[in-house]
């Protein structure tokens, strides 16, 4: 049996009836310091629940899979050290062994998928990274967005990645990916990216109406949602590129590899912008976190 625990606030939305956003860890643990992940993390449940929705934050704490935090979990989690960052392959291991760990998109849509979630706002997925053809490096998150039925709203697939590949992977298996209101697909801290977006969607209502014809067609997988981020938080691409194009390059002469590639490339991006990369990701988290509620609420008024 699966150990899990809902916070008072999600128990009561599940009995209610209610809208219900799922939400990640890894941005409290691996993403910022303390306190401002923890300032960042209420900042996004407070816009969740200002959109009409409730805000489900989810860990491992303990052995225990919690859907919802309650304050002092977040605290605690927000200042914890040595906390595992979870994907698929090791969510379960978490579990058995007693330990804590934050969750990836991939183990976010696990445990949402068991929660009957059906929305979950990130910053951006996990993709295909540069060089993946000799490293073999794709994140889990493409594959789980192929057999998770979750629909996930990020500003698109993180800059630092090959996003064309990545898009690639993704019509490989099967998973709509759907700007919102634009025809070219988001650039996480840039609105817009040379490619097209292979949907386009301008309102919640159908993303949500998509969402439920695909589990009635009997399709296995979710959505992505590529969600712009607002024009007064965005980086433009040309002002990045030499930036990311130097952090990779760094990277590569530290010997970085696996899972610490993206959070070291996020760091010296951090470095490089002089603190702007970090302001324009809590921007766009915070932005998806209101739109994925206006989805949620809407799949509630169809079901």
């Not at 910053?123 to 993946?132: C, D, L, W």
């Not at 697939?157 to 992977?169: G, R």
């Not at 990779?248 to 470095?271: C, H, M, N, W």
Request: net charge negative; hydrophobic share 50%; glycine share 8%.
């Amino acid at each position: 049996m699966i150990p899990i625990t809902y916070s008072s606030e999600v128990a009561q939305a599940r009995r209610d009836g209610a809208a219900i956003v799922a939400l990640e860890s890894t941005i409290i643990t691996h993403g910022m310091p303390y306190p401002q992940n923890i300032e960042v993390a209420r900042a996004v449940e407070t816009d969740v629940r200002e959109a009409g929705a409730v805000p489900a934050t989810i860990a491992v704490l303990d052995g225990t899979l919690h859907v919802g935090l309650e304050e002092d979990q977040l605290s605690m989690l927000g200042q914890a050290k040595g906390v595992a960052k979870l994907s698929r392959a090791d969510m379960a291991a978490c579990l058995a062994t007693g330990g804590t760990g934050a969750t990836t998109v991939a183990a976010t849509m696990i445990a949402a998928r068991l929660a009957g979630i059906s929305v979950f706002a990130t910053g951006g997925i996990g993709g295909v990274h540069k060089g993946a053809e000799d490293s073999f490096d794709i994140s889990a998150d493409l594959l789980e967005l192929a057999q998770t039925a979750v629909t996930v709203v990020a500003a698109g697939a993180k800059a630092i990645l090959d996003v064309e590949k990545t898009l690639e992977v993704l019509e490989t298996q099967g998973v709509p990916v759907i700007a919102v209101g634009q025809d070219s697909f988001p650039a996480f801290w840039s609105r817009e990216s040379a490619l097209a977006a292979p949907l386009r969607m301008d309102n919640p209502a159908d993303i949500a109406r998509a969402h439920l014809l695909r589990t009635e067609l009997g399709l296995p997988g979710g959505q992505l949602v590529a969600n712009p981020i607002p024009k007064d938080a965005e980086i433009p691409a040309a002002t990045l590129a030499p930036i990311i194009a130097t952090a990779q390059s760094d990277a590569i002469q530290a010997g970085i590899t696996g899972k610490g590639v993206t959070p070291y490339l996020l760091q010296r991006i951090f470095e490089l912008t002089k603190g702007q990369s970090l302001e324009a990701n809590i921007a766009l988290v915070r932005n998806n976190a209101r739109f994925a509620a206006q989805i949620a609420r809407e799949l509630r008024t169809l079901t």
